[in-house]
């Protein structure tokens, strides 16, 4: 009986995998103790990586810290005492920029209190106070700062007209400031503001437009070629953001925008056609000079041949960088001079003066400023190779020669790289143009 009950405990202990508890629970007060201990590590690296926390903070961050701001007094003390006594010595200028500064900074004070002040104007307090005419007054000098500064205090000033009907933008195209141009442009529902104003001669902005600008604003650029391009920039932008009906409307004297712009600069055109053509014929003989230097250089080898027609330096590389250096300066001025006929051959019409002859200009001097740069080369690789059996004074007749040949590069580049910059500038990188509708 005992064994029949045994053999069923253990058919049910098989079948249903009941655990043993006295296992169980040595297993659970192991996992119990495990945890115990890793609770004790954890706090331990804890305590340690605080104190090592405190003893980074305390020997290393805060000396760095106080270290930095020592120095960063030390080194502001030495710099006030620097200006102040360029200023008391007058070095560099210091003492006018000083000048010029605290007053922008008087001014930006006073233009501070009137502007809390006219927030609370009325219309009739605004003109009494000749607001509108100050507001006129700043888009024709292009103070910005306080046209900004009086907008917000009194969106109504925006309104301004003086006695011909003609408004901020009106004056700001006039008198060509460009900051007012663009702040105006950039106004919520700004254009609204200019697209159709008329003044009392039948005037749209266009026509204002194509008026010729002032001598100061024209004085910016060098060259009446570049002067004229600022004219021509200046009305296209107008263009852009007028009414399209406005682009062939009559003023009260029966004229078009684009009339008025071939009368008013007539003589502008015609002066910059005669810049345009004393440069080009300046740079059209040094280009063709060079043409024909570099083309005899070509047919007389430096070392001679050895009889065949084969040079006798064929194989040196010197000689391979003087062949590239010489056939490079030959195509490159003779582009250069083929551009530059295309400029006295061009019809100078206003339109061309906007990028098609800024932009023959430009190339031109690029290529001719290549080729003088070639030429040097070629020259350099000759000597070089002309002296190559002269072991021990070969450099000291190199050295200088290549001294003395750079000295045309730097002067030309010197010479023409502003030039050549300010073209670039004025063409691709125009600000006006850039205004978008």
């Known amino acids: 009986m005992l064994n029949a009950v045994l053999s069923v405990e253990r058919e049910f202990r098989g079948n249903y995998e009941i655990p043993d508890i006295a296992n169980s629970v040595q297993r659970v007060t192991r996992i119990a103790v495990v945890n115990e201990e890793r609770k004790r590590t954890l706090k331990k690296s804890s305590v340690r990586w605080l104190s090592c926390k405190w003893l980074v903070l305390i020997f290393l961050?805060?000396?760095?810290?106080?270290?930095?701001?020592?120095?960063?007094?030390?080194?502001?003390?030495?710099i006030y005492l620097l200006v102040g006594s360029f200023k008391w010595l007058n070095m560099f200028g210091i003492r006018k920029i000083y000048g010029k500064k605290y007053s922008h900074y008087e001014v930006i004070g006073i233009l501070c209190y009137f502007s809390r002040s006219v927030k609370a104007f009325s219309a009739s307090r605004l003109e009494e106070?000749?607001?509108?005419?100050?507001?006129?007054?700043?888009?024709?000098?292009?103070?910005?700062?306080?046209?900004?500064?009086?907008?917000?205090?009194?969106?109504?000033?925006?309104?301004?007209?003086?006695?011909?009907?003609?408004?901020?933008?009106?004056?700001?195209?006039?008198?060509?400031?460009?900051n007012v141009f663009q702040l105006i442009h950039c106004l919520?529902?700004?254009?609204?503001?200019?697209?159709?104003?008329?003044?009392?001669?039948?005037?749209?902005?266009?026509?204002?437009?194509?008026q010729l600008g002032p001598s100061s604003d024209r004085d910016t650029r060098p060259g009446a070629a570049l002067q004229m391009q600022r004219e021509i920039q200046w009305f296209k932008a107008v263009e852009k953001v007028v009414h399209p009906k406005f682009k062939e409307a009559k003023n009260g004297d029966g004229k078009k925008p684009y009339e008025?712009?071939?009368?008013?600069?007539?003589?502008?055109?015609?002066d910059g056609e005669k810049w345009a053509?004393?440069?080009?014929?300046?740079?059209?003989?040094?280009?063709?000079?060079?043409?024909?230097?570099?083309?005899a250089a070509a047919f007389t080898v430096p070392g001679g041949n050895n009889?065949?027609?084969?040079?006798?330096?064929?194989?040196?590389?010197?000689?391979?960088?003087?062949?590239?250096?010489?056939a490079f300066s030959l195509?490159?001025?003779?582009?250069?001079?083929?551009?530059?006929?295309?400029?006295?051959?061009?019809?100078?019409?206003?339109?061309?003066?906007?990028?098609?002859?800024?932009?023959?200009?430009?190339?031109?001097?690029?290529?001719?400023?290549?080729?003088?740069?070639?030429?040097?080369?070629?020259?350099?690789?000759?000597?070089?190779?002309?002296?190559?059996?002269?072991?021990?004074?070969?450099?000291?007749?190199?050295?200088?020669?290549?001294?003395?040949?750079?000295?045309?590069?730097?002067?030309?580049?010197?010479s023409q790289l502003p030039l050549m910059y300010q073209i670039f500038h004025f063409t691709r990188k125009n600000p006006i143009s850039r205004i978008k509708n």
């Open 129 to 178: 106070a000749s607001a509108y005419e100050s507001m006129l007054h700043g888009a024709q000098n292009g103070i910005i700062e306080f046209i900004n500064a009086m907008r917000e205090a009194n969106p109504h000033l925006l309104s301004a007209v003086d006695s011909c009907h003609r408004g901020i933008f009106s004056h700001a195209v006039l008198h060509r400031k460009q």
């Open 277 to 295: 053509k004393e440069t080009a014929t300046s740079f059209t003989i040094v280009g063709t000079l060079i043409t024909t230097i570099m083309f």
């Open 331 to 414: 195509f490159t001025s003779t582009t250069s001079v083929l551009i530059f006929i295309g400029i006295l051959t061009s019809r100078y019409a206003e339109r061309d003066f906007l990028r098609t002859l800024p932009g023959k200009l430009w190339f031109g001097l690029l290529f001719l400023v290549l080729s003088v740069c070639s030429m040097i080369v070629a020259f350099c690789a000759a000597i070089d190779m002309i002296l190559k059996g002269y072991k021990i004074t070969r450099w000291l007749i190199i050295v200088p020669t290549m001294s003395l040949g750079s000295l045309p590069i730097t002067f030309l580049v010197l």
């Open 61 to 78: 961050v805060w000396p760095i810290k106080y270290l930095c701001v020592i120095l960063r007094i030390i080194f502001g003390g030495i």
């Open 307 to 326: 009889g065949n027609g084969l040079p006798n330096f064929l194989h040196d590389k010197r000689f391979i960088t003087f062949l590239i250096a010489d």
């Open 260 to 270: 008025i712009l071939a009368e008013s600069h007539e003589e502008l055109v015609k």
């Open 188 to 210: 919520p529902g700004g254009k609204e503001l200019f697209r159709y104003s008329i003044d009392k001669f039948g005037n749209n902005l266009l026509h204002l437009a194509a």
